[in-house]
C-alpha cells in the first residue's frame, strides 16, 4: 500500500479497520483485466482486477456481513513512490455480488 493513499497509514484506527476488515480473507481466481494510465490522477496506473474473496461470516462486504463467497470487481490506482516498487494507492471503483 502506497502511505500516502487511501488508508492514512498514521492513523492506527485506520490501519486497524482495514486489518480487521481482511483478517480472514483469501482471495483465488484473480485476473488482471486491463492495465494502463491512471485516468483518475491519483496514480501512475490503473488496474482492473477480478478475484473472488472467501471469508469468515461477519467479515463480508457492507449490507451482507454474513457472505463467506464474494465476487469483486475492481480497479485500483497504482503509484510508484520516490521512482520505488509499485503500491496500489486505493481503489477508484469496485463491484462485489455474491458468489
Not at 24 to 41: A, E, F, K, N, Q
Request: charged share 25%; with cysteine.
Amino acid at each position: 500500500m502506497d502511505p500516502s493513499g487511501s488508508i492514512n497509514q498514521n492513523d492506527s484506527s485506520a490501519v486497524r479497520r482495514f486489518s480487521d476488515g481482511i483478517s480472514t480473507s483469501t482471495d483465488d481466481d484473480i485476473l488482471l483485466l486491463t492495465l494502463g494510465p491512471d485516468s483518475s490522477g491519483k496514480g501512475l496506473l490503473q488496474a482492473r482486477v477480478t478475484f473472488r474473496s472467501r471469508q469468515d461470516p461477519g467479515k463480508g462486504p457492507k449490507g451482507r456481513e454474513s457472505e463467506t463467497c464474494t465476487r469483486w470487481d475492481v480497479t485500483y490506482s497504482i503509484t510508484k513512490p520516490g521512482g520505488g516498487d509499485y503500491r496500489i494507492w486505493g481503489s477508484t471503483s469496485a463491484g462485489n455480488r455474491p458468489c
